[in-house]
């Protein structure tokens, strides 16, 4: 069983639509990590969260530890926002970055 | 902004012949890592690195990877014999804290080894 599942897997949706993609763990954590992965495969971290809510533009994520739960939200989504988005942990106790397998989002215009 | 650095983008390498990839981190930071990504799959923690030394490591870093701060600036990471299960996008990354800060990647090199 995967430490981290992210849900759904492949996202489609239209250009200005409100886009949340989430992210369950199993192990206690001392952070989570929301990342973006363009087409050509660079990596670009979105967030750092180790508890509540934190806002960039237009992206939200939040965080539930009791639940194990988080999930990352795209307002007035824009084709450009079309990557792989990924969730990682990282447990209490170590610096071994646990990844999701991601969710492929496509934004149409 | 200060980026991290990695080349070469692309390494085509024979099976068994050693590579090395190369890694500039941000200069203020202190916690360095690789993370490798086969091709369709997710992304995979190899190695963190701080204060000159291995701090964590998984079980795909076995004896034939190693990884050298050799300068002020350089983050190597070596495979000394490669197999065709080597093949991958191997990614760096730095942070100035362990986990309280956010992690800062490079571009990746894409590994293939025939």
């Known amino acids: 069983k995967n430490e981290v599942e992210q849900s759904p897997q492949n996202l489609t949706a239209q250009e200005g639509e409100f886009i949340t993609i989430n992210c369950s763990y199993s192990v206690g954590i001392s952070a989570l990590h929301w990342l973006q992965q363009h087409p050509g495969g660079g990596i670009v971290s979105l967030f750092m969260l180790s508890s509540g809510k934190k806002k960039h533009g237009r992206l939200i994520a939040t965080i539930n530890i009791q639940e194990k739960h988080s999930s990352l939200h795209i307002t007035a989504s824009h084709p450009r926002d079309s990557a792989v988005y990924i969730c990682a942990v990282i447990p209490f106790g170590n610096e071994k970055l646990t990844f999701g397998t991601g969710t492929r989002l496509t934004i149409i215009p | 902004e200060p980026e991290v650095t990695q080349t070469p983008s692309h390494q085509v390498t024979q099976m068994g012949q050693e590579v090395i990839l190369r890694c500039v981190p941000i200069s203020n930071h202190l916690y360095f890592y690789w993370y490798r990504q086969i091709l369709g799959q997710k992304v995979e923690f190899l190695v963190s690195?701080?204060?000159?030394?291995?701090?964590?490591k998984s079980e795909i870093f076995d004896d034939q990877f190693s990884v050298e701060r050799p300068d002020g600036s350089n983050f190597t990471l070596k495979i000394r014999s490669t197999k065709l299960e080597d093949s991958a996008m191997y990614f760096c990354?730095?942070?100035?804290?362990?986990?309280?800060?956010?992690?800062?990647f490079g571009n990746g090199t894409r590994l293939t080894v025939t």
């Open positions: 690195f701080y204060n000159n030394e291995i701090s964590e």
């Open positions: 990354a730095s942070s100035v804290e362990t986990w309280g800060s956010p992690l800062h």
